[in-house]
């Protein structure tokens, strides 16, 4: 089992910067890859970034140059930097776990970014 906590979202006007965190706890695969989902009203659940466990790391077209995913393997943690709010980025961001076995969701954090 895995837990992931997030951390960070809240109301930003547009063009302001919020940091997401994610910690994840329990067993920890060395071969893994965490990322940021996030889900508006009324729509699907999307990737926005993802980052494998050697540093590979992927994102939507709708968030390059904006937003940019890190982690602290040590500490099992990841973050997601996102410059240049938009009111379109306005969702739950949901933190994500997998390994070769399993994956995990956290409980989600709301990202709210005013016009």
């Known amino acids: 089992q895995v837990q992931l906590v997030e951390s960070g979202g809240g109301l930003v006007q547009a063009g302001g910067s919020l940091r997401l965190s994610c910690a994840a706890s329990?067993?920890?695969?060395?071969?893994?890859?965490m990322a940021w989902y996030r889900q508006a009203p009324g729509k699907q659940r999307d990737l926005v970034a993802s980052i494998t466990s050697s540093g590979t790391t992927n994102f939507a077209d709708s968030v390059k140059g904006r937003f940019a995913i890190s982690s602290e393997n040590a500490k099992n943690t990841i973050h997601l930097q996102m410059n240049s709010l938009k009111p379109e980025d306005t969702a739950v961001y949901y933190c994500?776990?997998?390994?070769?076995?399993?994956?995990?969701w956290g409980q989600g954090t709301q990202v709210t970014v005013s016009s």
């Open positions: 329990g067993i920890i695969a060395s071969v893994r890859t």
């Open positions: 994500f776990y997998r390994d070769i076995t399993f994956n995990f």
